[in-house]
Structure formats: structure tokens, C-alpha cells
């Protein structure tokens, strides 16, 4: 079984600042994948940002990046110059190779502030 | 182009109604999913199609029935719900079962009375 830790239920950040969200895993599988997804107030789902296990080097989507530890099974997000638009809930996220089932952690919300 | 899309957006129903969301992609995917999420919560998976047909069904009451009429289209119907129902309904598509991430759609927020 899979689990998906989310230790910060909030966070605040100013703008143009850099903030981290964390998460922690634990899976017994080697073949896994893991997201982070937010969920603004309008309430779309919105795939943020994806790892695979087996690659060694952190994902980055333009401002976004992870921070992904395998043997500390830790996989934290870092928003850089972070804007208004990016309050939201974020999710971090798991899947193994052989399920269809997206694990969710339980959520940390994002304000930012001027 | 990444979207999914769902009707209706808000809906409200009495406990005896049958009512019916519906999800659409136009991206290919084999794979659709609904989920649902309560305020504050993450999703809750509630059905996996692949390749139109029933892959997982996460033990959901008999009051939800998934449809899944063609590889782009996805329906749940509703009947006999209950207040403890009313949620938003989200759907999700992914390339294949086996290809990882899900991509959503904007959600059914649901209200039973």
C-alpha cells in the first residue's frame, strides 16, 4: 500500500518569493511516479509537475521544481518568484507501475500575499 | 491541449431524482476516472475505465452507475442519493491506464436535498 504525507496544511509566501512544500512517500514498489497538482479556488485539478522513480534528476517546469530524495522518500515542491495566480490547494501525489490509482496526500493551501 | 470537460457544472437534486453528469475528452486517452472530493479533502477515486471498459470500481453504493458509452465520453448516473452524497464529482483522463498522470476536468459540484 501506498501512502502520501503532507505535513504543512498551510503556508504563506510573499510575492516574487520562494516557498517549499513538502511530501513523503512510502511505497514498496520500485516502479512508481509522483505528482504534484493544484487545486485553485475555481477548483480544476491541474497537474503541476511529474517525477518518474527511476530518473535521477528533479523534474522543473519553468518556476516549479522538486526536490526528489528517493532513499528519504521525500519529494518537495519549490515555486520560485512565486505570483497571486499560484494560491491554491497542492496535492503531492503517487501512483505505482502497475495501478491506476492516484494516491493524494491530504493537502497543504497556498496563500500569497503583496 | 489538455482538456477534459464536464456538465453540468452545479447540480441539485431531490433524493428521488435520477440525474446524470457527463464527461468529455478529445485527447485520445484510453483511460477515464471519476473521482470524488469532499470541501477540504483530496479526491476519492470512484471508478477507473480503461479502454471502455470497467477496470476498478473503489466499492462505490449502487445509487452510482458509470457508463462509459464510447472512448471519449464518460457518464455517471444518479439515483436514490443521499444528502451525504453532494460533493464535487471530478473526472480524469490519462493516456493509457499504465500512463501515469491524470488530467481533470473542472468538476460537478453536486447537492442533494
Known amino acids: 500500500a501506498q501512502t502520501v504525507t503532507q505535513s504543512q496544511p498551510e503556508m504563506s509566501v510573499q510575492e516574487a518569493e520562494t516557498v517549499t512544500l513538502s511530501c513523503t512517500y512510502d511505497?514498496?514498489?520500485?516502479?512508481?511516479?509522483l505528482f504534484w497538482y493544484k487545486q485553485p479556488p475555481s477548483r480544476q485539478m491541474i497537474l503541476v509537475i511529474r517525477?518518474?522513480?527511476?530518473?535521477?534528476q528533479n523534474a522543473t517546469e519553468n518556476r516549479f521544481s522538486v526536490n526528489f530524495q528517493k532513499a528519504a522518500k521525500s519529494f518537495s515542491l519549490k515555486i520560485s518568484d512565486s505570483q497571486l495566480g499560484d494560491a491554491a490547494m497542492y496535492f503531492c501525489?503517487?501512483?505505482?507501475?502497475?495501478?491506476?490509482?492516484?494516491?493524494f496526500g491530504t493537502g497543504t493551501r497556498l496563500q500569497v500575499t503583496l | 491541449d489538455t482538456e477534459v470537460t464536464q456538465t453540468p457544472k452545479h447540480l441539485v437534486m431531490g433524493m428521488t431524482n435520477k440525474k446524470s453528469l457527463k464527461c468529455e475528452q478529445h485527447?485520445?486517452?484510453?483511460?477515464m476516472y471519476w473521482y470524488k472530493q469532499k470541501a477540504k479533502k483530496p479526491p476519492e477515486l470512484m471508478f477507473v475505465?480503461?479502454?471502455?471498459?470497467?477496470?476498478i470500481n473503489e466499492s462505490v453504493p449502487s445509487r452510482f452507475s458509470p457508463e462509459c458509452p464510447n472512448s471519449s465520453l464518460l457518464n455517471l448516473h444518479l439515483h436514490a442519493l443521499q444528502p451525504e452524497d453532494s460533493a464535487l464529482y471530478l473526472c480524469?483522463?490519462?493516456?493509457?491506464?499504465?500512463?501515469?498522470?491524470?488530467?481533470f476536468g473542472p468538476g460537478t459540484r453536486l447537492t442533494v436535498t
Open positions: 480524469a483522463s490519462s493516456p493509457t491506464a499504465d500512463r501515469r498522470e491524470q488530467y
Open positions: 501525489a503517487s501512483v505505482t507501475g502497475t495501478a491506476s490509482k492516484l494516491t
Open positions: 511505497t514498496s514498489e520500485s516502479d512508481y511516479y
Open positions: 485527447m485520445g486517452h484510453r483511460a
Open positions: 517525477q518518474e522513480a527511476y530518473k535521477q
Open positions: 475505465y480503461s479502454y471502455e471498459k470497467l477496470s
